[in-house]
């Protein structure tokens, strides 16, 4: 699963990404200019600290989610060009990093309202695009009106400046414009990139009503003060935070952020080898949650132990969750939970 660091030249979309992942990637004008950078990015999880910590395992591994770090696109601000937004199409979510700081070259003050609708915009006129060039060439076909249909509502929304990812649509909908490309159907979260002196400040009234209003998640961060964090020994992290006036690293809560913006939640397997969590979509069955750790348990499936996590951790162990009638056998068509703690039965 990717997700698209985005936006406007100068914002700090790169200072960002090597914040978030821990990587040195070149900023501003330097670098290739045409090539995205990728970082990985382990998602914090209590529950796998917490389970890791009582069974000691040889190896804690938690979810992750890539990070790939686009163009900016263009030298004007308010303007991205057609490369950048073709590379945009294969990302599955997009962070949208807004300049909440003078801009370093025109010195023009910060308006992230300005920037968040600029780029919705861009995305909107884009999409438009590709819908009405896919509906000139159905006027030449036959038998494709549920198609046309289809395409028709979605040039409605985008002639009224509504993104895509607003629009109702059923999951064979879904299906048939996934091909497409369209970047306003993506989920969307906003990031301000904030200066020093406002680490510590919330979103801007005005901002977060704009956001509420397109139902877009927001939030504030400093890239700067974060690469200085992450530098940082975890003793010394807490007083730094502290001096700063924030009781955690913004870091930790974007990430988990972007991870839930893709709609994911995680399983968890336990034992002595290994703590892991297991990214899936929300809403996974079993069958295809074990074929995620090994395409052998998904074949040979037989069943699902499943205990849910706050159960386990109540109880102790998994012998007590036994005896308590917490611990559930589950079949392929189970849909698995968050925080679920799996141990799939298979024979192959």
């Excluded at 917490?50 to 990070?67: C, D, G, N």
Aim: glycine share 8%.
């Amino acid at each position: 699963m990717k997700i698209g660091i985005v936006g406007f030249p100068r914002a700090g979309k790169t200072t960002v990404f090597n914040a978030l992942t821990g990587l040195h990637a070149a900023v501003g004008a330097y670098g290739d200019p045409g090539r995205p950078n990728l970082g990985a990015i382990k998602v914090p999880d209590e529950r796998v600290d917490r389970l890791s910590a009582i069974f000691s395992p040889r190896k804690t591994t938690y979810a992750e989610v890539v990070f790939v770090d686009f163009p900016a696109g263009g030298e004007r601000s308010g303007v991205i060009d057609q490369a950048t937004l073709v590379q945009m199409r294969d990302a599955d979510a997009l962070v949208q990093v807004v300049r909440g700081f003078p801009d370093s070259v025109t010195q023009e003050a910060a308006d992230p309202r300005r920037d968040i609708a600029a780029f919705k915009a861009e995305l909107v006129l884009a999409d438009l695009a590709v819908v009405e060039r896919r509906l000139e060439r159905l006027r030449k076909e036959k038998g494709k009106e549920q198609e046309v249909e289809l395409l028709e509502r979605c040039r409605a929304a985008l002639e009224a400046e509504s993104p895509l990812r607003g629009l109702a649509l059923s999951a064979a909908e879904e299906r048939a414009l996934s091909g497409f490309g369209l970047l306003s159907r993506l989920p969307l979260l906003v990031l301000v990139n904030v200066a020093e002196a406002d680490v510590a400040a919330p979103l801007s009234e005005d901002v977060r009503a704009s956001l509420a209003a397109e139902a877009v998640p927001g939030q504030s961060l400093c890239a700067q003060i974060e690469m200085e964090i992450a530098a940082l020994d975890a003793g010394d992290r807490s007083a730094f935070l502290a001096d700063l006036g924030l009781r955690e690293s913004a870091r930790d809560r974007f990430v988990q952020a972007a991870y839930a913006l893709l709609d994911l939640i995680s399983f968890l397997t336990t034992g002595e080898d290994e703590v892991r969590a297991w990214p899936i979509r929300r809403g996974t069955p079993a069958l295809r949650a074990a074929g995620k750790i090994h395409s052998d348990i998904e074949r040979g499936f037989i069943r699902a132990e499943v205990i849910a996590y706050d159960d386990f951790i109540r109880l102790g162990s998994e012998a007590k969750c036994r005896e308590a009638g917490k611990l559930r056998l589950e079949g392929k068509e189970y849909v698995v939970a968050d925080g679920d703690i799996i141990h799939f039965r298979f024979n192959v």
